[in-house]
């Protein structure tokens, strides 16, 4: 059996990204106006006045879509796929390293939230753009995984172990799946993500690879609600052999009913021309774009409040899947 070449790491060079435009009132309540404006500000950072990737806001109808192309100008090309929601990170096909279309089965997040085109986004998606689509018949979402480019992935425990996922494979079997399906030869398998994630702990609010072999995980103090989370991703990354960059945290965040929401810097997304991080109005936001800058020499270093998005429970990686240059 041939194996394929892994996905390209995020900061390799990108043709295009498809990034969820809020199409559902009912979904967004009195948050929509402001998560389309968060939305459009983010695709402009990305598209950066034409020097970083084409940006493609996926809007769910028409009355979605002719929002999208008002607010985001020349900045973005709109195209209406209906969906559930925006998070297509989860939803849209994951690109191969030789360019194909892998598209996963999608259950809600384990039944959480069942919503109709959510299951059929990515396969129609990638036919659009003309790809090679590959259907797979187990449970993956993107935001789950993230790889490093050379057959190296990272993942949690609490979401690819999740008896609401796949519970009729084992830690090997899913291992051989990602090295059958996506090209992953070496699993660095981490534990919980972050608390109150109702992904079941998406990697990509955890820890993300900067480089080859080379982890960003967030340090925190000992009153941050994930301090013991990050030590301990920490801790089996280095037993691991990998390279671990610590990272700011923004602490305790709370929403309006004072309960602590997933936020973290981790979830910023790796363009051609700019690196956007979400931001919370903690005292930690400037120095994760601090070091975001010496991380990323070479790109603009974009933090943007995603609050309202948030509300919806991710941020801007979540909303957004890179197509990457052939």
């Known amino acids: 059996m041939t194996i394929p070449p892994p996905p390209k790491p995020e900061w390799a060079h990108h043709h295009a990204v498809w990034i969820g435009f809020p199409s559902h009132p009912e979904l967004w309540l009195e948050d929509l106006a402001s998560a389309r404006l968060e939305v459009a500000a983010f695709g402009k950072a990305v ?21 999208a192309r008002t607010l985001a100008g020349n900045s973005a090309k709109v195209v209406v ?67 490093d480019g050379t057959g190296l992935v990272v993942t949690t425990e609490q979401c690819l172990l999740n008896r609401n996922r796949n519970p009729q494979l084992s830690k090997a079997d899913v291992e051989e799946m990602l090295r059958k399906d996506l090209g992953y030869t070496q699993v660095l398998w981490l534990g919980d993500g972050l608390l109150n994630d109702h992904t079941d702990g998406h990697v990509d609010n955890l820890a993300r690879f900067i480089g080859p072999n080379r982890l960003l995980v967030p340090e925190g103090a000992e009153n941050d609600p994930n301090w013991r989370i990050y030590q301990d991703a920490a801790a089996r990354a280095e037993r691991a052999g990998v390279e671990v960059v610590r990272f700011p945290s923004p602490g305790r965040v709370l929403n309006e009913d004072e309960e602590i929401i997933p936020a973290s810097y981790m979830n910023f997304y790796i363009g051609n021309a700019a690196v956007v991080v ?31 998005i948030l509300t919806g429970g991710g941020s801007f990686h979540c909303i957004s899947q890179q197509i990457p240059a052939a």
Do not use: C
Not at 286 to 292: C, E, P
């Open 47 to 67: 598209h950066a006045e034409g020097k970083g990737e084409q940006v493609i806001l996926v809007a769910a109808n028409e009355e979605s879509a002719k929002a």
């Open 81 to 147: 796929e209906p969906f559930g929601d925006i998070w297509l990170r989860d939803t849209a096909a994951i690109i191969g390293g030789d360019g194909t279309a892998h598209d996963f089965r999608f259950n809600g997040w384990g039944g959480k939230y069942d919503l109709e085109g959510d299951d059929d986004i990515g396969h129609r998606l990638a036919e659009r753009a003309r790809m090679h689509v590959e259907d797979h018949g187990w449970i993956l979402e993107g935001g789950a995984i993230d790889g």
């Open 278 to 308: 979400p931001l919370y109005g903690q005292e930690n936001d400037q120095a994760a774009v601090d070091m975001l800058a010496r991380l990323f020499p070479g790109r603009a270093i974009i933090g943007q409040r995603a609050d309202h």
